[in-house]
């Protein structure tokens, strides 16, 4: 079993890029692909990127995520900020040995 | 454009079984080789999978926390897909919604609206 861990919370001005972090607990980050979801206010959900660094079509190209395995973690940037990105951003991922989808605790971003 | 739509009571008692139904429209909930997905957030907090069940009904899923409790099915003749949680308590009240993951790159897409469900006496 692992966990995903994320910040709590991260906050940035408009226009400027933020960085979001997904840390995995055991085993590689590169094991299983990570997901992001945006959630806003009152809102389901959405997906922002899948497969580490995919978008769906219809999400602006501001949002990219990656992996690094030597911080065994997932990172979701988001660039030239926009209020409208103020949400709660989740990562998910696989965990193959148990067959359980695992969600990070999410990050509330803040744009000033 | 796929649209699920969660429903079901708001309030249920404890020990009983919540029970709810995720309705599809815009495409066929047989077609694809989809999966179809319950999440649920407690009220304040995060996402927690509970489970799904292949479009063909054939083969389920469940989060090892909650499967000895958690029952998917799938209804391809209404087009939708149902939970059922037995014996609930306090902790179970949350926000439930209902999710179509992709087949092949099984990402989350789209999700219901959610809806409440309680549990208190």
């Known amino acids: 079993n692992f966990m995903l861990t994320q910040p709590h919370s991260v906050s940035e001005s408009p226009g400027r890029t933020v960085t979001i972090s997904c840390t995995r607990s055991s085993g590689s980050i590169a094991s299983n692909y990570v997901q992001w979801y945006q959630q806003r206010p009152g809102s389901s959900p959405t997906t922002v990127i899948y497969?580490?660094?995919?978008?769906p079509s219809g999400v602006p190209n501001r949002f990219s995520g990656s992996i690094d395995s030597s911080s065994n973690s997932a990172s979701l940037t988001i660039s030239g900020l926009k209020a409208e990105d103020e949400a709660d951003y989740y990562c998910?991922?696989?965990?193959?040995?148990?067959?359980?989808?695992?969600f990070g605790g999410g990050t509330k971003l803040t744009v000033l | 454009q796929v649209q699920l739509q969660e429903s079901g009571p708001g309030l249920v008692k404890p020990s009983q079984t919540l029970s709810l139904t995720c309705s599809v429209s815009g495409g066929s909930i047989s077609s694809g080789g989809h999966y179809w997905s319950w999440v649920r957030q407690h009220p304040g907090k995060g996402l927690e999978w509970i489970g799904y069940?292949?479009?063909?009904?054939?083969?389920?899923y469940y989060n090892p926390s909650l499967k000895s409790r958690v029952t998917i099915l799938v209804d391809t003749s209404k087009n939708q897909f149902s939970l059922k949680l037995s014996s609930v308590t306090a902790a179970d009240t949350a926000i439930y919604y209902c999710?179509?993951?992709?087949?092949?790159?099984?990402?989350?897409?789209?999700w219901g609206q959610g809806t409440l469900v309680t549990v208190s006496s």
């Open positions: 998910l991922s696989y965990d193959s040995s148990i067959s359980n989808w695992v």
């Open positions: 999710a179509r993951v992709s087949g092949y790159d099984f990402y989350f897409d789209p």
């Open positions: 497969g580490d660094t995919q978008r």
């Open positions: 069940i292949y479009y063909n009904g054939g083969t389920t």
